[in-house]
């Protein structure tokens, strides 16, 4: 019960901190209301679940490379800096069709961000040593802390995307334009630090071939 409260409190500070996902969700429940918001934090969700089973079960050994991690890097930072386009386009377009300005996909694109995520693996071994310290889990420990983290996780989610799309509706569409204006610099922002980081971890491995190459 108590590992179950811990990993509840924890999905819900998790799901709550600002970023791409929350970005992305809260601009597509104002665009196209409540389900559409829900499934980019659902796909979300479901990669970091994966990422869950290879941080807590002591595979992230064989993700650490730098090359694995840059790579994963690149496509989350294409994805967000794609997502920053379709925001751009929505604000100068305020009279474009909802769904696409929104993207289009919401499963599709929530999963991408989970599965794409650099910091998942990290943050998922980071949870189980803190938790379980040097002793090795047992499997019923590990579903528990699982399931109810992503409980309340989504749980968060679900909560952020109804107030969000309760009051889209009252506002109606004036403020569609602003909030996709905000959510482009948001996503840029978030799509060049990717970048970056990415860069990085590939700089050891790609700069040795460039010097070959030139």
Known sequence: MSLAITAFALGIAYAAVPGAVNTESIRRALHSGFRSGFLIQFGALVGDAAWAIVGLTGAAIFLQSDTIAGVLGLISASLLLWLACQALRGALSPRHDAAHAAGGGSLRVGLAFGVANPAGV?????????????????????????VFFLAGATTWGAILVQVIAWGGQKAGHRLLPIVDAISAILLGWFGIKWLWTAFQRLRPVVMPMLRVLI
Not at 130 to 146: E, H, K, R
């Open 122 to 146: 990290a943050f998922w071994s980071g949870l189980g040593a803190s938790i379980f310290g040097t002793t090795a889990p047992d499997m019923i420990s590990l579903a528990v802390l699982l």
